[in-house]
């Protein structure tokens, strides 16, 4: 493999320093300019020969890391971006997901990290640092969560009531003498189920509103 050439974008001074000299001492790795703000990059790079950038977030005065992102995905779509921040809420992550960012790293990362990750995503990976990647799986199950709430919602509390029998693995007249109630009554509760639902059968109704069935 040749080497990878990187670029930095980061205003603190002692930071892009010490990321500068990581890369450059390291095999494999050229730091062909580092910059300390959005403005400069944008101006800067597409004249280089670019794999990846590290990108800070949060520049005052200046543009932000995400929108330095999202302007220079225009102009070079081949370079990879990832985000280089002390910034770890959601809000954040997605929005330098969603302008082509393919990684996201706390600054706190260790040095071996770093360069693993610039590798990761010169190669087709997205690499984050854990508790990132943390939150952005916590971030879909409770989207996955809320969706299944809002699933349940559509039942009364009556057929919420049979759906719970139906999961676990309750026959219609096993329900009916639980809730003494006939078997019709049973019978005309879960096709409304499915109707509110819009599913044909048990096992799709309880995947639709029970996650882990």
């Known amino acids: 493999m040749g080497t990878i050439k990187v ?6 001074q002692q ?12 095999e494999g790795y050229e730091c062909v300019a580092a910059f300390e703000s959005a403005e400069n990059a944008i101006s800067a790079v597409p004249g280089l020969d670019l794999h990846v950038i590290l990108m800070d977030i949060h520049m005052p005065g200046g543009m932000p890391g995400t ?10 779509p081949e370079i990879e971006f990832i985000m280089c921040t002390s910034l770890e809420d959601t809000d954040n992550i997605f929005a ?3 302008v082509g960012a393919t990684g996201y790293l ?4 260790p040095a071996t990290k770093i360069l693993e990750a610039i590798t990761d995503a ?5 690499p984050m640092s854990s508790q990132i990647a943390r939150k952005v799986t916590g971030y879909f199950f409770e989207r996955e969560r809320e969706k299944k ?17 139906l999961s676990k693995g309750y026959r219609y007249k096993e329900i009916a003498g639980l809730l003494f109630i006939n078997i ?10 499915y109707e509110k639902l819009q599913v044909n059968s048990r096992t799709d109704a309880l995947n639709k509103v029970y996650p882990k069935n």
């Open 106 to 109: 706390v600054k706190s990362t």
């Open 15 to 26: 930071t892009r320093q010490m990321l500068s000299e990581l890369i450059d001492g390291s």
């Open 96 to 98: 330098a997901l969603q």
């Open 122 to 126: 010169h190669n087709g990976g997205a």
């Open 149 to 165: 709430n809002v699933e349940l919602g559509k039942l009364s509390s009556r057929e919420q009531e049979i759906l719970v029998y």
């Open 67 to 76: 929108e330095c992102v999202r302007v220079l995905k225009l102009s070079c």
């Open 7 to 12: 670029a930095i974008v980061e205003d603190q």
């Open 184 to 193: 019709e009554t049973v019978r005309k509760h879960i096709h409304n189920i």
